[in-house]
């Protein structure tokens, strides 16, 4: 059985070594980096299945280490952000991280996170049988389930692991609402918490690759407080 390898990128030693010790008995294998200047090339190795990044790195913000791995990967990232600080949250998401934890953290909550984002973007990776050949579409929009591709009047949308499964809930269930909770859970592999806006985030972002509808419109309607619609 092959060894899951997380890279974290956080200038706290201690952490880091804490978080090794707890990882390694989870049957993980960890990683450290302190320095975001050093740690893109890391990150883009292929060598790892996940990477755990801070969002205050010396030399390199974990912003802008987002930004360079969205460029050429869309491995998962876990963004680790200040208490509280909704701001930091929010701008991880729209720049394609797939979830956030806040400082301090239980490291079970951590380990609950990685598995939940490694579950659902392994099963989306390995899926046999009828998905493989599986397509979806309404309007000018395609996706190839097997393939993992969306394309939008014949162009290619990128979209990271959370926005395809975003889309897929939506469009199954088109015309109809799907409750944000319901989307968190398929898409995040969680539940909520209280003032929780990440699924609101990547619904925003996936409204923004999508465009409108071929004849004008929004293509993703919102219910407040309650989830989202894809239009029909």
Known sequence: MAVTRVLLVDDDV??????????????FTLDAETDGTHALDR??????????????????SGFDLLRGIRATSQMPVLMLTARGDDVDRIVGLELGADDYLSKPFNPREL?????????RTQTEAHTPGERAAETLGLDDVAMDLGRRTVRRAGAPVELTAVEFTLLELLLRAAGAVVRRDELARGALGRALLPFDRSIDVHVSRLRKKLGPRPGGGERIATLRAVGYLYTC
Do not use: K
């Not at 952490?15 to 390694?24: F, I, N, Q, S």
């Not at 990150?43 to 390199?60: E, F, H, K, N, R």
């Not at 380990?111 to 579950?119: D, M, T, Y």
């Open 111 to 119: 380990v609950a996170r990685i598995r939940a984002i490694l579950r």
């Open 14 to 27: 201690e952490l880091a070594e804490l978080v090794g010790e707890y990882l390694t008995r989870e049957g």
């Open 43 to 60: 990150a883009v190795s292929g060598d790892y299945q996940l990477t755990v990044l801070d969002v205050m790195l010396p030399g390199i």
